[in-house]
């Protein structure tokens, strides 16, 4: 029987760099003046920066409008402010979601003075334009289950999931190494892009290791990982 889906590897040593004392960040897709023609996004995932942000430093006040926007915390801490009247300090393990709609203004810093902040910020395109700016935030931490997939946002808030505003669910795995995980499809999501915050895993005949991703196209069937080593790692299912 023919194949007719596909997967493309995205290796952690091949992404942009970017080094400005303050923050040391690794871009996945095309993003400020990192462009890559063969890596501008997948379906509606528009950005994917790994950044570590040194104590004291962070990003002043700015906007975004028209972007979904994730933000995981691997190690230490981010300080968030926010028109919107927000506030908050994002423990590691832990998510924050941003819709910035019709405009919102934001700032990031990481509030201590001796240990770096490492993180993921996701941008997803929102299938609307506008929209009354929204946020949340989810706490894993260390209470996320082991060898087992999370749901954390979906379109229509499916499982109790954060509803947000694309046709698209973003898990969140955790596995122990040895371990093997089957991941379910979702109706209507064929497209998947899987990213590795930290261990090893083999994934439809590809082996990633930290910040690896690997983009499947026309997969809407389930397929399983195996953990090489202890491994956490973000789905998005994408239409």
């Known amino acids: 029987m023919q194949q007719n889906w596909s997967v493309r590897k995205r290796p952690a040593s091949e992404r942009g760099v970017a080094e400005h ?3 040391h960040a690794r871009f996945t897709f095309s993003f400020a003046g ?3 023609p063969a890596y501008n996004g997948f379906r509606s995932l528009l950005v994917m920066n790994n950044d570590i942000i040194e104590p004291g430093g962070g990003f ?8 979904e926007i994730f933000t995981y915390i691997i190690s230490g801490q981010l300080e968030h402010k926010d028109s919107m009247g927000n506030g908050a300090i994002i423990h590691a393990g832990n998510l924050q979601y941003m819709s910035a709609g019709s405009g919102v203004m934001h700032s990031e810093y990481n509030p201590s003075k001796d ?4 993180l993921y910020q996701v941008w997803l395109k929102p299938n609307q334009s506008g929209g009354q700016p929204l946020y949340s935030e989810k706490a894993l931490g260390d209470n996320a289950k082991p060898n087992t997939l999370t749901l954390l946002f979906s379109g229509k808030g499916k499982g109790g999931s954060t509803e947000i505003r694309q046709s698209a669910e973003i898990s969140f795995g955790k596995l122990d190494a040895g371990n093997e995980l089957e991941i379910p499809g979702a109706k209507g999501l064929p497209h998947a892009w899987l990213q ?6 083999e994934v439809l005949g590809e082996t990633l290791g930290k910040a690896d991703g690997l983009a499947i196209t026309s997969h809407p069937g389930s397929f399983r990982a195996k953990a090489v080593a202890d491994s956490a790692f973000l789905l998005f299912r994408l239409d």
């Open 115 to 118: 240990i770096p902040a490492e």
């Open 196 to 201: 590795v915050i930290d261990g090893s895993l």
């Open 34 to 36: 990192y462009y890559n």
């Open 21 to 23: 004392g303050w923050l």
């Open 60 to 67: 002043p006040t700015h906007p975004h409008h028209d972007a």
